[in-house]
Each structure stands twice: as C-alpha cells, then as structure tokens.
C-alpha cells in the first residue's frame, strides 16, 4: 500500500511539465540545452523492490535530445528517515534492471540509451551524506586500483540542503514549487511557521486549471504528515486565505470524515485481534481526537481519557459528528462547562 509521500510525489512530479521543473533544476546545463523537453514522456512500470514502496517511489521519463538520440530519466524519489550508504549500489542495480528492460524490447539496436538516475531527497535527519559514487564503497588497497571497481554516480536533489529562497525562485509549476517547499520543510518543526508566508503560492496552485484538485492533495499530504495542532491551524488560516470560509471547511471536514474511514478500516484489521467491535469502538475514539487536534481544540488528559474509554458507539458518533465544527472542547463534550 503507497504511503502519503509516495502518492504526494507521484501525483506531483509524475506530470510532465512538473517533471520537467525537477530535471531541469538538477540537470547540468549541458544537459538541460540538449533535451528535447517537447518529447518527454512518462514510462509506465517500476524497478523499485516491493518492499521498499513505502519509501521510495520512482519515475521513469522517456525523451529525446535534439539530435532524436533516446534518452531514459529514472527519478527515484526518496523518502527514507536517514540516509542510507548503499544508495549508490541501489541506484546502480536500477539502472541495470532498466537497461535489461530496454534490451529486451529493443533487441534490434546495438547500443544502449542515455539513462540518468536521480535521487531526491527530504529526509528530516539533515544533509544527505551518502557516496554518489559506487566505487567510494569498495576498499582499494591503493588509489591505482580504482579503475578496476566499476564506475558509477547518480545526481542528487538534496531538498535539505536548499534554502527556502532558493527553492521559490526555481522555475517551473506552482504546485511543483510548493511541493518541494512542503517535502523540504515537512517532519522538521517549521512547517507551522513557515505555511503562512506561502499563501500567494498558494492561491497560484488554486488558480491552475485543476487547482482545486491540486490543493485537496497538498493540504491531505499537509495534515498526514504533520498531525499536530499548530499546522493543522496553520493550513486552516491559509485555506481561509485562499478559499471562502464554507470550501475551507468543508476541505477539512472531509479530511477529517477520511481520517475516521481510514480509522475504522484499521479498526477492523485490529478488531481480527482484540475482537471486532473493541477495534471499531477504539478507531473511532482516536479520530475524535485527532479531528479535535486538526481544528486545533486543547484535549487535555481528563477529557481524553474520558474519550478514549467510552464504548457507547453512538456517543462516540455524536462527538465525532461535533468535532468536525467544534472551536472549544465543551463544543464535544456538552456537559463539560456543567
């Protein structure tokens, strides 16, 4: 099942014209000048293991340079918490699956395309530290035995490395630039501070053709990944900004009611444990409170307690639909002030 960051990136940057932002950002000039980026198109199929689809997501572009020679973009988007080592063996044994791929469709041709790899990053541990080239991993007796180990570097989009000036002024989509300030800024603590200087950018994502469209998948990646009170306010006071008061709410309300479906859905895996009714009782406590927590009402201990041990299904329904509209926790649990 694709995690938040995996369907974020890939309905961002799995468009052409957004794709095309991205590599031309990390591209080298060179590069960028040749491409034909009239031709690019997205390939579909994947090379990334199965198990490793929760953090990662790859996007393979086909194109041509101006001469009409092919030429293969594979963009691995990471989403792993720390950095890892072996990113450039990975990357290599990739790429080689690719070219496989390539040969067995095109068994005709004698040489293979252009494939450039490419990785972008946005941890939440810092700067990407790992080789880029496969042979800084092998231990060389001596620096004359390099050109015996093979040979092979992948570019790299550090997200965390760009100041956020920078990150505005690249060229490209709105909602590309947006997307690299929240993967940039998501999971590290600034978010909250950092939305409402966004809010032009914002309304310039809502103003595109299926700009409705793309700020409900900006806002649900928004309030997934960040589940505290203060962004959720924040996305809240910049939705306000962007929309009128009714769609704001209305955007979050429906996040909210997708939040408790998803909820109960693991309240049934969970009840095949603990017995089903216990698992849904229990989903639905939780998305009270985390409904409560996205619109920014204080829970304190007592009354989640009290939430959390209820197992009248229709209390919990009652507060839940309260919730979706509540701006004080007595708006919940009405004999609170009694």
């Known amino acids: 099942m694709s995690g938040p960051h995996d369907l974020f990136a890939r309905y961002t940057f799995g ?7 991205e590599l031309r950002a990390v591209l080298p000039a060179h590069v960028v000048s040749e491409v034909d ?3 690019l198109r997205r390939e579909h199929g994947s090379v990334v293991d199965p198990e490793l689809r929760e953090t990662e997501s790859d996007l393979l ?7 009409g020679q092919p030429l ?14 072996w990113m450039a063996l990975r990357m290599l044994r990739y790429v080689v699956r690719q070219v496989e791929r390539w ?11 252009v494939i450039i790899p490419l990785v972008m990053y946005h941890g939440p541990d810092g700067a990407w530290t790992a080789p880029r080239r496969v042979e800084e991993l092998f231990e060389l007796p001596g620096e004359q035995w390099r050109a015996l180990v093979p040979r092979f570097e992948y570019l790299l989009d550090d997200l965390t490395a760009e100041r956020e000036e920078a990150l505005r002024a ?6 590309a630039r947006l997307a690299w300030l929240v993967l940039r800024y998501g999971r ?7 939305l409402p200087d966004w809010v032009v950018l914002f309304a310039q994502v809502y103003a595109d053709a299926e700009g409705a469209e793309h700020l409900v998948v900006v806002i649900r990646y928004l309030l997934w990944v960040e589940r505290n009170a203060a962004v959720h306010a924040a996305a809240r006071r910049v939705l306000h900004s962007v929309l009128d008061g009714q769609r704001a709410e209305d955007l979050m309300r429906t996040w909210a009611e997708e939040m408790l479906e998803q909820g109960v859905q693991k309240g049934l895996a969970r009840g095949r444990e603990e017995g089903r009714e216990e698992g849904l009782i229990r989903a639905r406590a939780e998305y009270i409170l985390r409904t409560l ?20 299904v229709a209390t919990l329904d009652r507060w839940f639909d309260r919730s979706l509209n509540a701006t004080a926790l007595s708006d919940v649990l009405e004999d609170l002030a009694q």
Do not use: M, N
């Open 293 to 312: 927590t996205a619109r920014g009402v204080k829970v304190d201990e007592t009354a989640r307690q009290r939430i959390l041990s209820c197992t009248d």
């Open 188 to 194: 590290t603590g600034e978010l909250a501070r950092k």
């Open 61 to 67: 572009f086909t194109a041509r340079l101006r001469t």
């Open 37 to 39: 980026w009239t031709s």
């Open 15 to 21: 468009h052409p014209e957004r794709a095309e932002a």
């Open 170 to 175: 690249r060229s490209g989509p709105p909602l």
């Open 72 to 85: 293969l973009l594979y963009v691995l988007l990471e989403h792993q918490s720390s950095v890892d080592r």
């Open 103 to 113: 040969r067995q469709e095109h068994p005709e041709s004698t040489r293979l395309p």
